[in-house]
């Protein structure tokens, strides 16, 4: 019989996770990430929103675990820390892609 106090702990960490997916301008970072590395530039450009927001963004999902940042002389380039995470991304985007 699994352990009930690890499967909340486990369900409090899943439940933090996707309420960070349910913001729309996050899922889309992160879907855009779920392909691969990107600077905050490179995020701007495809999302279409202000660097800050960006930056907004991505500090909250590094705080949060989801995303790492790698620095690369005057760049920072982010990406999906939990490969789970990019898995999960790429089914929902198949599951919608209509």
Same mark, same amino acid.
């Given at each position: 019989m699994p352990d009930l106090s690890e499967s909340k702990k486990r369900c409090a960490r899943v439940a933090a996770m996707l309420k960070?997916?349910?913001?729309?301008?996050?899922?889309?970072?992160?879907?855009?990430?779920?392909?691969?590395?990107a600077t905050v530039s490179e995020l701007?450009?495809?999302?279409?929103?202000?660097q800050s927001l960006i930056s907004q963004h991505l500090t909250r999902m590094?705080?949060?675990?989801? &995303?790492?940042?790698?620095?690369?002389?005057?760049? &920072?380039?982010?990406?999906i820390l939990d490969p789970k995470l990019s898995a999960l991304i790429k089914e929902m985007e198949a599951a919608f892609n209509e």
């Open positions: 960070s997916l349910a913001h729309p301008q996050r899922l889309f970072i992160l879907c855009r990430l779920a392909k691969g590395e701007r450009e495809a999302c279409g929103a202000s590094r705080r949060e675990g989801l &995303v790492q940042a790698r620095r690369q002389g005057h760049f &920072v380039h982010y990406r």
